[in-house]
């Protein structure tokens, strides 16, 4: 059981101490779970669930009927667990849709994988941002198929001069998993850079999703 670790070792303690980030993703599914089962204590429980899923993503968007499936889970973890991914994601947006100037990439790139790395389908997303890189709005604009989405320059023009935009930055997911841009993806971004240059909107970046992974094409020099 866990209350016969030492204190420094148990997941709360170790949260508090040393803080969140130092938690493995054994010792933090233990703080969601709360309780192990027969046989296996809480962090136990979670080495078996992520070596079951594979990672923690695959736990994360699992349907209903293969979580329940396990041991420990139930369809009260399930909404337990839609209602945290969801806060998390709605805590991202607020954050970025206050306004705040865009100087992090760190920052932008977890805001993306937070809208897009669940999606099943491509989806194709851009970020509006006014001279100083703050946030106007985010506009989910084209849904695909698994490998495609596709996307029109005339309707994201449109979309950066009503918003008044001066600066985007475009991004997609791979529901795949493989992050690494393809030739269509190439393609398009440039015909957007061309399209948007016409009146005087800069393209910043292009970005894509692909789970936790992610690649920017102007750091590859796509761009």
């Not at 101490?17 to 136990?44: C, H, M, P, W």
């Not at 957007?192 to 789970?211: E, P, Q, S, T």
Request: charged share 20%; hydrophobic share 45%; glycine share 6%.
């Amino acid at each position: 059981m866990l209350l016969d670790w030492p204190a420094s070792e148990r997941p709360r303690e170790k949260l508090l101490n040393l803080g969140v980030q130092n938690l493995s993703d054994a010792e933090l599914l233990a703080i969601f779970l709360r309780t192990g089962i027969k046989g296996l204590d809480a962090v136990a429980l979670g080495r078996l669930l992520l070596q079951r899923f594979g990672n923690l993503h695959n736990l994360c968007t699992a349907d209903l009927e293969s979580f329940c499936q396990q041991p420990g889970l139930g369809q009260a973890k399930f909404v337990q667990l839609q209602a945290c991914l969801e806060m998390s994601r709605r805590f991202l947006a607020a954050k970025l849709e206050s306004g705040v100037n865009l100087t992090s990439s760190h920052q932008t790139r977890q805001y993306l994988i937070s809208q897009l790395k669940h999606e099943p389908h491509e989806v194709f997303a851009v970020l509006f941002l006014d001279n100083q890189h703050k946030v106007i709005c985010y506009k989910k604009m084209f849904f695909g198929t698994i490998d495609a989405a596709t996307v029109y320059p005339r309707v994201v023009v449109e979309a950066a001069l009503k918003y008044r935009a001066a600066a985007i930055i475009l991004s997609h997911n791979h529901p795949s998993g493989i992050a690494e841009p393809s030739l269509a993806d190439k393609q398009i971004t440039q015909k957007l850079i061309k399209a948007l240059a016409l009146i005087d909107i800069r393209v910043l970046d292009h970005i894509i999703i692909a789970g936790h992974l992610t690649c920017s094409l102007a750091e590859r020099g796509d761009m």
